[in-house]
């Protein structure tokens, strides 16, 4: 079955520590997003990717980084300079940056302890 | 940056009772779509409607957009306890070319 996969489930970050967010897709979509949820905050767009070897700051990007080495995957770092890291993390794609629907993920859990 | 806004922002119906969720947007769009969010899940595409659609039906959902309005509902019938979720709008009308989301609706359908 074609989808979207996100690893962990649920994570725990020490302070100070960097963690890495897994998004895989085998939709063969170009684009590929990660968006923050915050309870009462909808959902904030971190980083995007139209394509393979790019990708764009969205409207939270600070803290954040990202790569896109391959189609497939489009991890997410979450460094030590982001000082509110806990909440949802959610990874998307679609078939092209554009008017169409997005697949997303069953998200991450982000917390810190 | 601009984004849909959801009304109301939570919905508490009986099951078999009509659930409409509205959703208002401040920029020029080319669409809108719904998606539906079970709690700590994903979200799942529900429907899109284009600009130059006025409504659209699948199954129990129908969605209605006014252009002229900035303003688009989602209208489920007969509800059911499985409905139960929130409801984002989601318009395209991100200054990157991105899907900007509401805060959502949170339907709660009694059984």
């Known amino acids: 079955d074609g989808g979207i996969t996100q690893s962990p489930k649920y994570l725990f970050r020490k302070e100070g520590q960097n963690v890495t967010l897994s998004c895989e897709q085998n939709l063969n979509h170009d684009a590929m997003y990660w968006y923050r949820q915050d309870p009462g905050q909808g959902l904030r767009l971190i980083y995007y990717s139209q394509i393979v070897n790019d990708f764009q700051k969205g409207d939270i990007a600070e803290g954040y980084s990202v790569s896109r080495e391959k189609k497939e995957s489009f991890p997410l770092t979450v460094t030590s300079a982001q000082k509110n890291p806990t909440a949802f993390y959610l990874c998307?794609?679609?078939?092209?940056?554009?008017?169409?629907?997005?697949?997303f993920g069953s998200g991450t859990r982000l917390t810190v302890v | 940056s601009q984004q849909g806004e959801e009304d109301p922002q939570a919905l508490s119906i009986q099951e078999g009772e009509n659930a409409t969720m509205n959703c208002s947007y401040k920029?020029?769009?080319?669409?809108l779509q719904w998606y539906r969010q079970n709690s700590g899940r994903g979200l799942v595409h529900l429907i899109l409607?284009?600009?130059?659609?006025r409504e659209k039906h699948s199954g129990r959902l129908r969605v209605t957009l006014d252009t002229s309005k900035k303003s688009s509902s989602l209208l489920i019938t007969a509800s059911r306890a499985a409905d139960t979720a929130s409801y984002f709008c989601?318009?395209?009308?991100?200054?990157?070319?991105?899907?900007?989301f509401g805060k959502g609706t949170k339907l709660s359908v009694k059984p």
């Open positions: 920029t020029s769009i080319n669409n």
């Open positions: 409607i284009r600009s130059n659609e």
């Open positions: 998307a794609s679609s078939i092209a940056h554009g008017n169409y629907g997005y697949t």
């Open positions: 989601a318009t395209d009308g991100g200054s990157q070319g991105n899907l900007i």
